[in-house]
């Protein structure tokens, strides 16, 4: 049930995480009569609330968006005279600054903040982490070769790890591990069940209670068993994330805005380092180190706050066959992010053919605006095959003897991968 131009398909296939099916192609050019029964259905089946002529003006926007867009740019009071539906001065305004301007969709700014504080706490947790790696001799491993400052002068030769070195490897690993082996795939049951808002707020409140729990662990075991339940919360939060982002901004900045993820991701390992220094300067060990793990339950308490706040993503609401199945509240949620009802109920129109998938994060700040312009792509082929070499010359770094070259060349190339 779904008409779309073939510039439209160009701006949502290019999305990423955004699918277009064989269906939807098909559907491309559709006449007017037949537009009119798609609608039809649509109004009867799914949204027999609002006024079925407005519908039908949203559907025919979107599917000669290139024209009308045209339509709200020129100057010509006659434009667009031609065409089944004349706008208004203030339906022109939003077309051209939904697609020119990113912030235009004030009412966004929950859902982008609310994104951008998930993202951050991602940061903040991955710095906390490794800046717990400082006191391992709190958690019952003394012989962690790193950690030991005097064996430099005294020309002992530390550099083979010892098996506390592989506890504390492990201790660090295994959030990462979990988040790829069970966080990730728990996200879409949960999406199903309790939607994107949902899932986050799940994910918020295992970072809460692992924050809390590893500030009082003495053991590596036990800090250990903490984490797996942190990177648990950080899978499902990694994949919700960005499919609430992309399932409520505007499909021409889609791409910008899941990339925001990496942004505010970067940008919390910022921050947590920085507090990882001020923490540091406590002169009881077991001080910092309970300030450094526990801190990220600052964030999460934010994020908890932050969610309820947020609206869901109108496309849960949107899938048949499910208990959320509820067009009507998909339209009331584009209705609230969306400067017109126009815009709304073309989106909701629209929100079929847009099914959002998991989305891989590879891009940094040069690509937020780029991404939309230079294409996926084009950034795909010019950074990986740079990544992958830089990361095979920092394992490379490691077989340099001198411990003080060896690191300066491991961080040098980590920098700039």
């Not at 029964?37 to 649509?42: E, G, K, L, P």
């Not at 808002?197 to 009082?216: D, E, K, Q, T």
Request: glycine letters at 6%; one cysteine or more; aromatic letters at 12%.
């Amino acid at each position: 049930m779904v008409v779309l131009t073939e510039d439209l398909l160009r701006n949502t296939h290019e999305a990423p995480g955004s699918l277009t099916d064989d269906t939807s192609l098909k559907k491309t050019y559709l006449t007017d009569e037949e537009l009119q029964h798609d609608v039809h259905v649509f109004w009867s089946n799914c949204l027999s609330a609002v006024d079925r002529e407005e519908l039908l003006r949203a559907a025919r926007v979107a599917q000669n968006a290139r024209s009308y867009d045209e339509v709200a740019r020129s100057e010509d009071p006659r434009a667009g005279y031609h065409l089944p539906v004349q706008l208004s001065s203030e339906e022109k305004e939003a077309l051209i600054a939904e697609k020119d301007a990113l912030f235009s969709q004030r009412k966004m700014f929950t859902v982008i903040f609310t994104v951008s504080l998930a993202a951050f706490l991602q940061g903040f947790v991955q710095s906390s982490i490794n800046g717990a790696s400082l006191y391992p001799a709190e958690f019952g491993l003394p012989n962690v070769t790193s950690t030991k400052v005097n064996s430099t002068a005294s020309g002992e030769d530390n550099s083979n790890p010892q098996l506390d070195d592989w506890k504390l490897g492990a201790t660090n690993a295994s959030p990462f591990f979990f988040a790829a082996l069970l966080g990730c795939w728990l996200s879409l049951p949960l999406n199903d069940l309790i939607g994107r808002r949902g899932a986050m707020a799940v994910a918020a409140c295992l970072i809460f209670a692992s924050s809390l729990g590893s500030a009082w662990c003495s053991t590596w075991r036990a800090l250990l068993c903490v984490r797996i339940i942190n990177g648990i919360g950080m899978g499902v939060k990694a994949c919700s994330t960005p499919i609430l982002a992309a399932e409520t901004a505007v499909g021409f900045w889609r791409g910008s805005f899941i990339l925001a993820w990496q942004l505010w991701v970067a940008f919390g390992i910022m921050i947590g380092f920085a507090f990882n220094l001020i923490f540091y300067t406590a002169k009881d060990a077991k001080l910092s180190l309970q300030l450094i793990l526990g801190a990220p339950f600052v964030p999460s308490t934010f994020l908890l706050i932050a969610l309820w706040f947020c609206p869901e993503s109108p496309r849960y609401y949107m899938r048949h066959k499910t208990s959320s199945y509820d067009p009507q509240k998909a339209y009331d949620i584009l209705l609230r992010l969306r400067k017109t009802k126009l815009q709304a109920l073309r989106d909701t129109y629209l929100v079929y053919s847009l099914g959002i998938g998991t989305v891989n994060f590879i891009f940094g700040l040069p690509a937020i605006r780029t991404i939309d312009t230079l294409g996926r792509r084009k950034w795909l082929v010019m950074t990986l095959p740079v990544m992958c070499l830089l990361m095979m010359a920092a394992s490379l770094s490691t077989l340099t003897t001198g411990q003080n070259a060896r690191v300066g060349l491991i961080a040098f190339f980590i920098f700039r991968k």
